[in-house]
């Protein structure tokens, strides 16, 4: 039987609660995992795509509802009063979970015109709009948590967030302080960008993987490509940064996502990456 819950804020001992029974809520949703994407930052989703994480039991934001088993039995009805404190639902449909978080502005309450045999007007009543698709799905048997958008899922599963950090502001100035970047017209840290930082946490990491021999050759890489919007000193090794763009520019460099096509020898910036092996 197909069932819908809700996550009631502010309570700790006992959130959770039934809505709705004996309805499948999510019909038209249909995900194959083998299609799915392991979760990058690095990655921008098709339309019809979905990121992955598998093994999320083990992973140390899987919410405690996911790791045990669930009985519907456990559960007491949701009370008229609650309604409005729901920060998210879930319906169980076929032993999957599939969550939306639920905000404000999917709370309806409005007077409307009704049509039946004749047309009437109708007292609003709270009302709560179901989306088409939901925001994350966990696959039980498979221990996989689908999702299209990490920050939507973030107040669901506390800490997943840190799956795209964004770089502090001592790392963001140690970064910008490299000896291969001189700042100009009184760039700094104060004005990166957040996608900036999330982008230097990124290339912290990559540059950690580099050999010295691997750095100057990335650096000769991303001079070449960007010759014409970076200034790149090849006697000292060093990039002029004095805006943001410029500083992306960098930082996708340094994430190699330049590249030539094999036919027509066009030259590209791949704006979203996924490893194929």
């Known amino acids: 039987m197909d069932n819908v819950f809700a996550r009631v804020k502010r309570l700790i001992k006992k959130p959770f609660f039934k809505l709705v029974s004996d309805h499948t809520l999510y019909e038209s949703t249909i995900v194959t995992l083998a299609a799915c994407v392991p979760y990058s ?43 409005i404190n729901i920060a998210y639902i879930f319906a169980i449909q076929s ?24 047309a009437a007007i109708e007292e609003g009543s709270n009302r709560l709009v179901i989306n088409d698709q939901p925001d994350a799905l ?27 950090r964004a770089a502090t502001q001592p ?15 009184n760039y700094d840290a104060s004005q990166v960008s957040k996608p900036n930082r999330q982008r230097i946490a990124l290339a912290i990491d990559s540059l950690a993987k580099m050999s010295d021999q691997d750095k100057i050759g990335v650096l000769a890489y991303i001079g070449d490509y960007c010759d014409q919007k970076l200034k790149f000193d ?12 410029e500083l992306k520019l960098l930082l996708y460099g340094i994430e190699q996502r330049f590249y030539t096509t094999l036919f027509g020898q066009e ?9 194929l092996s």
């Not at 339309?47 to 405690?64: A, L, N, T, V």
């Not at 973030?154 to 840190?162: E, P, Y």
Request: hydrophobic share 35%.
């Open 171 to 185: 790392e963001t100035e140690a970064f910008l302080q490299s000896e291969f970047i001189d700042l100009k017209n």
């Open 138 to 164: 966990y696959f039980k048997k498979s221990d996989t948590l689908v999702f299209r958008n990490l920050a939507t899922i973030s107040s669901i599963f506390k800490g997943i967030d840190t799956l795209y």
């Open 95 to 118: 032993d999957n979970f599939f969550f939306q978080k639920v905000t404000p502005s999917l709370f309806i309450k409005k007077k409307i015109i009704g049509f039946g045999e004749a």
């Open 41 to 83: 930052p690095d990655h921008n989703l098709d339309e019809d795509s979905w990121f992955k994480i598998e093994q999320f039991s083990q992973q140390s934001f899987c919410i405690d509802l996911l790791k045990s088993n669930f009985d519907s039995k456990d559960y007491d009805d949701l009370k008229k009063e609650q309604f």
């Open 267 to 275: 030259r590209r910036l791949a704006n979203s990456i996924q490893a």
């Open 234 to 245: 090849q006697a000292t090794n060093k990039f002029e940064i004095s805006t943001d763009d």
